[in-house]
């Protein structure tokens, strides 16, 4: 009944520590989910914020396949921002990131405009992140390091920490960041399945490994445009990791590298629809530059955000959904040398701690954090300018390295200097710091209850900046306190006298007052710097309707509607109009032009039917 043949014996004692492996990484990979799930279902019914109004809750474009199939036309698809009155900004993200859209036109089909569908997904995407980190850094460190503990101790706290950091919630609780989430799954994706085809038994099976790889870089390169690092990372892995010669790593991932021009062709293809104009990577990397920060200055300043993103990962205090950061013009500033120096450590050391202890494993999973770190920040933080200088979810991909670097120290500590005897006190420290990050990340995710809460936060932390004063603004418009929402509008105009949506935001709330002479004022001032704003030209109309000023009220409102001629509420209006001008067959025709580009409400289907009672009697 039982074994006792000596070679039998030998092969169960290698077994149990490999089941023993086994067991440990089913439970890691469950308490990431628990814990994932427990600091962030709480956030499961907060509303759409920020960009996400934009992207996702005022975007037609999620709304029906139709518009993917429409893509393929990039001229005819550009226009449509025009037609439909959206911001150019919106057709070129989705040409640029259809995989991304693609997820929201499923979470619609589904939730329809509920946030709680879409933030399910985002933590789901999030946990399933945390999962890959740990699985890509344990075949990291059984090729680096020999001891057990080492192993199960820098992967687990690695992916623990990029779990419940708090810098990490505007990629979960922010649904619009899923970009940034999504990517990050693709770009882990790519990379594990590389170290699969690497380890796999047969050539048949490196084979499909590698091509699964190559599959998931090219999706992760039409999710976003970060994904471009990933074929350079994959270099990175095979010479300091893997310990390849170059030759041999540009053998290896030659299908990868292939695919590096796909997404310079994609934007540039972009750019020229979007502009009408021969295609340039000049202004295709000034696609997003609504900023109009000169790639210099952009670059300079970049120095000191990327040491603002290390001070947010040791110390996660004054989290800002939009900061105020500077703009910095020159190398010789004070902070940018200073920042630039700590960089220039940090980086120097890493590399001579490499070359000194070459054949230590830890020296090279120090040398591939941190050049993870700076390689997958470099796409926001290089040259290419962005419209923000700054921003919080550009850290989440990132901060692997640094988790990486930091508990593979912390480790060395506990087994060198230290001594393991004595380095339970170091790893009850990680723990206790892990918990009150994770205090840290449930407080902060309270900010994120409201649009008013959230943008308090940001008022405080940004007073001088006009944005978080208008959002501000627009929360209170939003739920019927249209007075109070008038100072918050006046002072972003104040604050930045060229924020147009401000304009926007204050002239609805004086229509809604009745103070129509000061909306109209308004709408003239916003209009002086942005003559074909349809919104302004309809809140203009409606206010003139108001006054019975009928032929200016229809100029205006024919403005609105040569401007964006598929958006609905600008037909409705204009049938309103023609309704209290006696003009009932042109009011029918209005409201039949927006039934058609919206599903139609109560409201419409009721206007219609008294039109059509009344249309017999007027003629």
């Given at each position: 009944m039982f074994c006792v043949d000596g070679r039998n014996m030998v092969d169960n004692r290698r077994m149990n520590p490999a089941m023993t492996d086994a067991r440990y990484r089913r439970f890691v990979i469950s308490f990431i989910v628990v814990l994932g799930i427990a600091l962030y279902a709480h956030t499961l019914p907060f509303p759409f914020q920020f960009d996400g109004i934009l992207y996702i809750e005022g975007n037609p474009l999620i709304t029906s396949y139709d518009y993917f199939e429409k893509m393929w036309n990039f001229a005819r698809f550009t226009q449509l921002d025009e037609q439909l009155g959206l911001p150019a900004d919106l057709t070129t993200n989705f040409l640029l990131r259809p995989v991304s859209y693609f997820s929201f036109f499923l979470d619609y089909?589904?939730?329809?405009?509920?946030?709680?569908?879409?933030?399910?997904?985002?933590?789901?995407?999030?946990?399933?992140?945390a999962v890959l980190v740990y699985l890509f850094l344990a075949m990291l460190v059984q090729r680096t390091v020999r001891e057990t503990f080492s192993r199960r101790f820098i992967p687990t706290a690695a992916a623990f920490f990029f779990l419940i950091h708090p810098v990490q919630i505007q990629c979960v609780t922010y649904i619009a960041q899923r970009f940034t989430s999504l990517v990050a799954t693709m770009y882990l994706l790519t990379l594990i399945l590389y170290l699969c085809s690497v380890d796999a038994e047969n050539r048949r099976k490196a084979s499909l490994f590698r091509w699964a790889s190559v599959v998931a870089l090219i999706l992760g390169m039409l999710v976003k445009e970060s994904m471009f690092t990933a074929p350079v990372m994959l270099l990175l892995l095979e010479t300091v990791v893997l310990g390849s010669t170059v030759k041999t790593a540009f053998r290896r991932t030659v299908l990868h590298l292939l695919c590096l021009p796909l997404l310079p062709v994609l934007i540039v293809l972009t750019e020229a629809a979007q502009s009408a104009s021969r295609a340039n990577m000049t202004d295709a990397l000034n696609i997003v530059n609504y900023g109009s920060y000169p790639p210099a200055q952009y670059a300079i300043t970049q120095i000191c955000v990327v040491t603002t993103y290390l001070r947010l990962l040791f110390l996660p205090y004054g989290q800002n959904i939009d900061p105020d950061y500077p703009l910095f013009t020159s190398l010789l500033n004070g902070r940018v040398m200073l920042s630039l120096a700590v960089l220039l450590v940090f980086l120097s050391a890493s590399l001579i701690y490499f070359r000194q202890r070459k054949r230590e494993g830890r020296s090279r999973l120090i040398l591939f954090g941190t050049l993870w770190f700076f390689l997958v920040n470099s796409i926001s933080s290089s040259i290419v300018p962005l419209p923000d200088l700054m921003a919080e979810q550009r850290i989440y991909l990132p901060s692997m390295g640094i988790f990486l670097v930091l508990f593979t120290l912390v480790d060395l500590v506990r087994t060198r200097w230290v001594g393991i005897?004595?380095?339970?006190?170091?790893?009850?420290?990680?723990?206790?710091?892990?918990?009150?990050?994770?205090?840290?990340?449930?407080?902060?995710?309270?900010?994120?209850?409201?649009?008013?809460?959230?943008?308090?936060?940001?008022?405080?932390?940004?007073?001088?900046?006009?944005?978080?004063?208008?959002?501000?603004?627009?929360s209170y418009l939003e739920q019927g306190r249209y007075r109070e929402a008038v100072p918050y509008f006046q002072q972003s105009l104040s604050l930045d006298r060229f924020y147009f949506m401000s304009f926007i935001g204050l002239s609805a709330a004086y229509d809604e007052l009745e103070l129509f002479n000061e909306a109209i004022d308004v709408c003239s001032k916003g209009l002086a710097i942005d003559p074909v704003n349809a919104e302004l030209y309809h809140?203009?109309?409606?206010?003139?309707?108001?006054?019975?000023?009928?032929?200016?009220?229809?100029?205006?409102l024919l403005k609105a509607v040569e401007l964006r001629p598929k958006n609905s509420g600008d037909h409705i209006s204009m049938a309103k109009l023609y309704y209290f001008t006696y003009r009932y067959a042109a009011a029918l025709q209005e409201c039949r032009i927006a039934a058609r580009l919206s599903p139609p409400d109560r409201q419409l289907l009721l206007m219609m039917e008294v039109i059509e009672r009344l249309l017999p009697h007027s003629k």
């Open positions: 089909c589904v939730s329809g405009l509920n946030p709680v569908g879409y933030r399910a997904i985002n933590i789901a995407i999030h946990c399933a992140n005897r004595h380095g339970t006190g170091i790893v009850v420290g990680v723990v206790v710091w892990g918990v009150v990050l994770c205090g840290l990340t449930f407080a902060r995710n309270e900010v994120w209850r409201t649009r008013t809460s959230l943008w308090e936060d940001s008022v405080g932390k940004s007073p001088l900046k006009g944005r978080p004063w208008h959002n501000l603004g627009q809140n203009m109309g409606i206010a003139q309707a108001r006054l019975g000023k009928w032929r200016e009220a229809e100029q205006s």
